[in-house]
């Protein structure tokens, strides 16, 4: 737009002003998207009648007429929908909650493997890691099931390393201790463990940072955390009682079982999940410079105190963020359990959509589901990394 | 040399310092771990702990390696028809492979056509391997790729030139695994594309619908968007029209990786500084002119190593299509072993598979790592 001195200016067309164009081009986008909305809808409506599916979300309160073959709360199969449902989330978190400290616990190993000094170590480790990442998860799931279901013993001939432990391709049976309330004692005595070790922390933070003195917080903080259980347990009289798992029929009775579903799905999740986080773990260590060791070991700190006050806070700074997409993925591909049986979220909600043909409600449970679980993660994962980003720069 | 604003005189002065200066005597070279012995040394039993892990180590080799060898090469029966003959030995039974590889490849393809797909996928790998060199990066290599994406189609649906027609239903394998991979991404790219520039517009309606798309996608397991896409499209579409089931997991696949491949472009486009947007404004170009000609060539050279990786994954996820009943690669090899006598060779069978894909996907990592060391030309934003 040339304007010339003395001239008013001219006024360009109205459909050339930024502002009305961008007015525009969202009625027409929003309208477009409304259009396709309310086609889908209507065509979906009449599919659905003539179908003669019902919609809604009624049918929760519907008997599900169908077992899962685990379950962490009671559960039978005359039970409505919607404990069935609940039935998969809580296996869907059981599994991914286990599966994400493992996997944290192993891929950090397998990093710092891959960095050691010692050539073979490191080649294990990159063999590993290199191995299965480039290998799909589900095949590795397939494998790991097929694994234990076909080359473990059937029940009669399970294995028995120890006493009240059964190893068969029915899963890993053992003994588990008959409820007392001397184990809620425990429990509690624990919880008063952890919140005393962590205030005392506190105390001799700041204290140091007042004095300089130390304070031996890391075995008094441990006596406190194991040993407040254990005087519980004595005080309780020291129940012994245990449930033995007994081979009854072709199966075994009582006890805890790890099935051989769940173990599949851990083990693959974890061994998979694992060479992400071992590669994040190893970019996070070679991103903090030598010098920073260097430096810490002339200040005269030992080997351990450079690790934990210089290396791992500046580490953790570039793990964290992607880290967090890890436990995301983990948490996702933990719905592949579907494919070998494991009941969880989308394994029960497909078998509920197979039954009453609510196809829309079922994948909108699903994905709310999965949608709330993924913005918690994020949401505490945010929190930590802001905790421990560097404070005051932005 | 002369520094400026010395004089002659200063520099002979400053040069001969050093004459002051008593040298120590030279000390002999340091020896470099160049003999096996010092390498050895320094590398497996440099301190205690050092040695103990060197040990474990040994140990675990000998424990696995002559027992891998001896059932993989030694113990293994490489072929014959007949699967009693595996039961007997101790080892592989490779036979299942040379009985059973035309299936696992190529799944329920006619028997006597399957040159077709095998010539297809020559000529898709081949494509593949020219365009992964920069220099060829140029118009015709979209030309070729149109070519070839429209030969295959006529090799693998046949109807034409006296070729035999093939139903998509009856496609599998490698070919169907590559098919769903590359085709998704192709189809998703220029939509990931829209997706990222929306979710940077300053327009909040625009930025919203994006945002939302992305998340939603993001926040849930590919198995939920494919199930979507068997049990709901059906249910979208008019009465009386019908999409194939390969055709409604593509969708779910292309929809599923826009949502991905949209967070890599986005990265791109932020790694572009500011002043090339605001240089774009001064120059006038309009929003479609600067985004084209300014901002998306620099974005995407940035965005190519995180594109090549979502790739890899997308080439890993394309398995999931196992669960609604579509013949990919690890469909075909766990179809396989349904066979009852070859049931007991399921190790053989997923090995199998699982060398293709992962050496499809090693190719690829490695790959994205060259082209992140080849197209570091220094503009990065630190």
Redesign the interface.
Known sequence: MQQSLGQPAKRSAWWNDARVR?VL??VF??GG?GLLVWY?VS??L???E?RSIATGFGFLEREAGFAVSESPIPYSAADTYYRVLVVGILNTLKVSIVGIALATLFGTLAGVARL??????AK?ATIYV??L???????QL??WY??IT?TLPGPRQAFNPMPGVFLSNRGLQYAEPVWDPTYGLMAGALAVGIIGAWALGRWAHKRQERTGRLFPTFRVGAALILGLPVLAYVLGGAPTELDVPALKGFNFRGGGTVTPEFAALLVGLVLYTGTYIAEIVRGGILSVSHGQTEAGLALGLSRGLVMRLILLPQALRVIIPPLTSQYLNLT??S??A??IGFPDL?SVA?TS?NQTGQ??EG?AI??AV??TV??SISAFMNWYNRKIALQGVR | MARSGETPGQIIAREEEPKDVSLPPPKAPPTSPVLAVDWVRQ??F?SVP?TL??LL??W?LWETVPPLIDWALIGAVWSGGDPQLCRDADGACWAFITEKHRFILFGLYPFDEQWRPRLAMALFVGTLLVSSYPPFWRPWLGLLWVAVFTSCGILMWGGVFGLTPVDNTRWGGVPLTLILAVVGLVCAFPLSILLALGRRS?????RM?CVGFIE?I???????VL??AS??F??????GVTIDKLLRAQVGIILFTAAYLAEAVRGGLQSIPRGQFEAADAMGLSYWKKTLLIILPQALKVAIPPIVNQF?SMF??T??V??IGLFDL?TT??TALADPPWR?F??ES?LF??MI??AF??FM?RYSQYLERRLETGHKRS
């Open positions: 961008g081009s969202q986008v929003l998207i889908l065509n979906t009449a599919n659905l003539t050691s000094s010692n050539w073979l170590v294990f290199e191995g990442r480039n290998i799909p998860i589900l095949l397939f494998f097929t694994v076909q996702k591909n719905s592949l579907v494919a989308v497909n959509i196809a829309v994948i699903i994905m999965y949608l993924s913005l | 590398h497996l440099s050092n892990l060197t180590c040994f675990l300053d327009l909040p309606a625009i619908v939603l993001r926040g849930v397991p590919l198995i939920s199930f979507m049990v709901m059906p249910l979208f579409l008019p009465e890899i890993k996820d398995s999931l196992i669960i690890l090899a766990k007991a399921y190790i997923y598979a699982a894909y992962w996907c090693f990592s």
